[in-house]
């Protein structure tokens, strides 16, 4: 698998993200291949150092062209250091969140739009994209519910429904613009439920590309 694979996870708030990843990373070792699993914002020292600036409910509000420009900062060092040396060395990387985040965050959430938060995304990566992204879609209500009792919300968590709603709506326009990259699966039901949908795009996938 010359070069390597790319694959990211999204999703609104609550979507489930991070345990399917963790499934997907135990599927693909299984089968084989090395696997580097990573997340946005973050992965690096500095990335992780930007991800409290970014997150920490005391720093904000935060305007929103500096929001973007911090998470482009971040993403920026990330690719650089862990991404693109991970995927010459012949891995799969997995990421939770990344470009598509920009977008439906601060492109619709913070309506900067989506031509501006994309020029600012190429600059960060030297234009690198996912091969695959699974974006895993679930109400916005269903969502923020999930988080309740899990602790404190971070400062995104936090905003208002109606800036998650135009969260969503930009990741399933992004969904309607992509749809050979991005996947769309069902994130309402059990994490067996949302897995078995992820396992039917990514054994495919695979296959088609000598997996």
Known sequence: MPGGLFITLEGPDGSGKTTQMERLECFLSRRGFTVECTREPGGTPLAEAIRQLLLEPRYGPIDARAEILLYAAARAQHVAERIRPALAAGKIVLCDRFTDSSIAYQ???????????????????????????????????????RLRGKGPADRLEGEDLDFHRRVRRGYLELRRLEPQRVRLIDGTGSPDAVWSQIEKVVEPWLEARGG
């Open 107 to 145: 492109g619709y959430g913070r309506r900067l739009g989506i031509e501006l938060v994309r020029q600012v995304n190429n600059l960060a990566t030297g234009g690198l994209l996912p091969d695959l992204t699974l974006l895993i879609d679930v109400p916005v209500e269903l969502g923020l519910a």
